[in-house]
């Protein structure tokens, strides 16, 4: 995998910094988009909404970052998240 530049995970946001944290495609290849926690065998891990995902995330990140609060952590998401593949194309759609 190239280190020229860093890709995030176009769901989460996560650094995707090896190949270890990448998701796996249908035929369980490296899915360089998406992380392994998000993105399994060509699927979304969890149904979520963006909402949703935030609130997940913001749990790890205030883990991983102690000197987070958590609305910090928050407005982060919530900066980051709507500029990624996965929400972009859906801004605010609900699954039933
Ligand atoms: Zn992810």
Not at 15 to 29: F, H, I, R, V, Y
Not at 31 to 44: D, I, L, P, W
Not at 66 to 75: F, G, I, K, V
């Amino acid at each position: 995998m190239s280190t020229e530049k860093i890709q995030f995970c176009q769901s989460c946001g996560m650094p995707l910094l090896d190949e270890a944290s990448l998701g796996t495609n249908e035929d369980g290849s490296p899915n360089t988009q998406y992380c392994a926690y998000c993105y399994e065998r060509g699927e979304f891990t969890a149904d979520l909404t963006m909402d949703e995902m935030i609130n997940t995330c913001v749990g790890f990140m205030t883990q991983a970052h102690p000197e987070l609060s958590e609305t910090q952590a928050r407005d982060m998401m919530r900066l980051v998240l709507p500029t990624l593949a996965r929400w972009k194309k859906h801004p605010s759609h609900h699954h039933p």
